[in-house]
């Protein structure tokens, strides 16, 4: 599973030939979740709620680029990188 993005210590990952919806998946510690590319809301799974914050806030910067990830995913592509949450 591809790491597309690292900040404040949550790593951001896509699997190749994942299952719809459009997600990602959040890994926070012990945390772990499954996360809507288009809410960026928790879909499965938990965060932490300053966690989740973060994770809303990065999508919502980031969407088209994430979307653009989970196209290359899903037809077992190369993965680009996004920039973190600053």
């Known amino acids: 599973m591809p790491r597309i993005c690292y900040f404040l210590g949550i790593s951001i990952y896509m699997y190749w030939r994942d299952h719809p919806p459009p997600h990602f998946h959040a890994v926070y510690g012990d945390?772990?979740?499954?996360?809507?590319?288009?809410?960026?809301k928790v879909i499965?799974?938990?965060?932490?709620?300053?966690?989740?914050k973060l994770v809303r806030e990065w999508t919502e910067l980031?969407?088209?680029?994430i979307l653009e990830d989970w196209t290359?995913?899903?037809?077992e592509q190369d993965l680009r990188k996004i920039p973190p949450l600053e």
């Not at 499965?44 to 989740?52: Q, T």
């Not at 980031?62 to 680029?65: I, K, V």
């Not at 290359?72 to 037809?75: D, Q, V, Y």
């Open 31 to 40: 945390y772990g979740a499954v996360v809507s590319i288009e809410t960026g």
């Open 72 to 75: 290359l995913a899903i037809s």
């Open 62 to 65: 980031h969407r088209q680029e």
């Open 44 to 52: 499965k799974g938990k965060l932490p709620r300053r966690v989740s």
